[in-house]
């Protein structure tokens, strides 16, 4: 039978499953946990007690039944110990990536665009007309043969070079970024959770390259007294620790990895939520807590200046609103010619997805 045929609408058709609901609230947990499963269920029992998010016909225990068959956790049969497995981990990622950035449209493997002209990365709207080494598939065929029956009429009709539009295109360019964490003691001082902000922020980012920028890098350092490089499969398990704030160990730990990377468009993006204090001198700490210290400053100063040298802008995230750091984060942006912006924990995904997308040359303070 030919036509469209129409039935009542049932909404219940496109509620979520009882898994579907209860893993949304699981990922989060996770994320809030650090991936600690043994804790993350207790608080969804906590929070099924609280809001009855099961019933009778689904449960927590058929929840737990199904992220097992579903290969979400394993459990260890000497001990017992169940942990989260990979899939959960990019499960989280990509929680992450809606939650911050929304629902992306898929597009064409590529990068980021340029003003300047390329071979054919991405159509634009803009012609000219045809020069010696353009390639057939640049011709705009539909405005060539206008102009080919424009200048030489219908009856006698042929196309000649000076006939041949081109279809301009966006050249896109690769990029390597270097997100640098700040997991020092105060990222959950008084009584505010500012690592988890950043976490989802890193997942999301790392989700976002992956899947819409596959040809870009992406590292992540994380800083206290000192740095290291972690994993993106890491990111769900960060946790802060008993530290300073060793931002000199982080920008050349950073530095570090960009010059080994052959990209010629390079940047890094720093969340932090407060200054410099500490300073590694040989095989001695150096740390000053108290008010901007010109030692440890001037150390800064000096990679802001070498990365701007480098052509490596540094795009400055500070979730913390306190006036006296406006001065030494302006300080810092000038010397190294990059960004900054003073971020709200709500809004720090917001801001770090329009930098990375847009590439635009603007600093807000």
Same mark, same amino acid.
């Given at each position: 039978?030919?036509?469209?045929?129409?039935?009542?609408?049932?909404? !219940?058709?496109?509620?979520?499953?009882?898994?579907?609901?209860?893993? +949304?609230?699981?990922?989060?947990?996770?994320?809030?946990? @650090?991936?600690?499963?043994?804790?993350?269920?207790?608080?969804?029992?906590?929070?099924?007690?609280?809001?009855? /998010?099961?019933?009778?016909?689904?449960?927590?225990?058929?929840?737990?039944?199904?992220?097992?068959?579903?290969? #979400?956790?394993?459990? =260890?049969?000497?001990?017992?110990?169940? %942990?989260?497995?990979?899939?959960?981990?990019?499960?989280?990622?990509?929680?992450? /990536?809606?939650?911050?950035?929304?629902?992306?449209? +898929?597009?064409?493997?590529?990068?980021?665009? *340029?003003?300047?002209?390329?071979?054919?990365?991405?159509?634009?709207?803009?012609?000219?007309?045809?020069?010696?080494?353009?390639?057939?598939?640049?011709?705009?065929?539909?405005?060539?043969?206008?102009?080919?029956?424009?200048?030489?009429?219908?009856?006698?009709?042929?196309?000649?070079?000076?006939?041949?539009?081109?279809?301009?295109?966006?050249?896109? !360019?690769?990029?390597?970024?270097? &997100?640098?964490?700040?997991? @020092?003691?105060?990222?959950?001082? #008084?009584?505010?959770?500012?690592?988890?902000?950043?976490?989802?922020?890193?997942?999301?980012?790392?989700?976002?390259?992956?899947? +819409? #920028?596959?040809?870009?890098? /992406?590292?992540?350092?994380?800083?206290?007294?000192?740095?290291?490089?972690?994993?993106?499969?890491?990111?769900?398990?960060?946790?802060?620790?008993?530290?300073?704030? =060793? *931002?000199?160990?982080?920008?050349?730990?950073?530095?570090?990895?960009?010059?080994?990377?052959?990209?010629?468009?390079?940047?890094?993006?720093?969340?932090?939520?407060? +200054?410099?204090?500490?300073? %590694?001198?040989?095989?001695?700490?150096? %740390?000053?807590?108290?008010?901007?210290?010109?030692?440890?400053?001037?150390? $800064?100063? @000096?990679?802001?200046?070498? $990365?701007?040298? &480098?052509?490596?802008?540094?795009?400055?995230?500070?979730?913390? @609103?306190?006036?006296? /750091?406006?001065?030494?984060?302006?300080?810092? *942006?000038?010397?190294? =010619?990059?960004?900054?912006?003073?971020?709200? &924990?709500? %809004?720090?995904?917001?801001?770090?997805?329009?930098?990375?997308?847009?590439?635009?040359?603007?600093?807000?303070?």
């Amino acid at each position: 039978m030919l036509g469209y045929q129409f039935k009542k609408f049932d909404a !219940s058709a496109d509620e979520p499953s009882g898994f579907d609901k209860l893993m +949304k609230i699981f990922t989060q947990l996770l994320t809030y946990t @650090s991936g600690d499963f043994n804790e993350a269920m207790q608080w969804l029992n906590e929070l099924d007690k609280e809001y009855k /998010l099961t019933d009778d016909n689904y449960g927590i225990g058929d929840f737990l039944e199904d992220l097992k068959n579903k290969g #979400y956790i394993s459990e =260890n049969p000497q001990n017992g110990e169940i %942990k989260i497995t990979a899939k959960t981990e990019q499960t989280i990622r990509k929680s992450s /990536l809606e939650e911050i950035f929304g629902k992306l449209k +898929k597009t064409k493997q590529g990068n980021h665009t *340029t003003f300047k002209p390329g071979g054919a990365d991405e159509i634009n709207t803009d012609t000219r007309p045809y020069q010696f080494g353009d390639t057939m598939e640049q011709i705009d065929f539909t405005s060539s043969i206008r102009n080919a029956q424009i200048n030489h009429g219908i009856d006698s009709f042929r196309m000649q070079e000076d006939d041949l539009e081109i279809r301009e295109a966006d050249f896109k !360019s690769q990029t390597s970024t270097v &997100l640098m964490i700040d997991i @020092s003691h105060s990222m959950i001082l #008084y009584g505010e959770d500012r690592i988890t902000p950043a976490k989802k922020v890193a997942m999301a980012l790392s989700e976002l390259i992956k899947t +819409k #920028y596959p040809k870009d890098t /992406l590292d992540i350092v994380v800083f206290g007294n000192d740095a290291w490089p972690i994993e993106v499969k890491d990111l769900p398990y960060l946790q802060v620790g008993p530290y300073h704030t =060793n *931002t000199v160990a982080g920008l050349e730990l950073a530095m570090d990895i960009l010059r080994r990377r052959r990209n010629p468009n390079k940047q890094i993006f720093m969340i932090t939520d407060g +200054k410099p204090t500490c300073l %590694k001198v040989g095989k001695q700490y150096y %740390k000053n807590s108290f008010g901007i210290d010109r030692k440890i400053l001037t150390r $800064c100063m @000096s990679l802001a200046t070498q $990365c701007k040298k &480098l052509k490596i802008p540094i795009t400055t995230f500070m979730i913390a @609103s306190d006036p006296y /750091l406006q001065k030494f984060v302006q300080e810092f *942006t000038e010397t190294n =010619n990059g960004k900054a912006f003073f971020a709200s &924990l709500d %809004k720090l995904g917001a801001f770090i997805f329009k930098d990375f997308e847009s590439g635009k040359r603007k600093t807000v303070f």
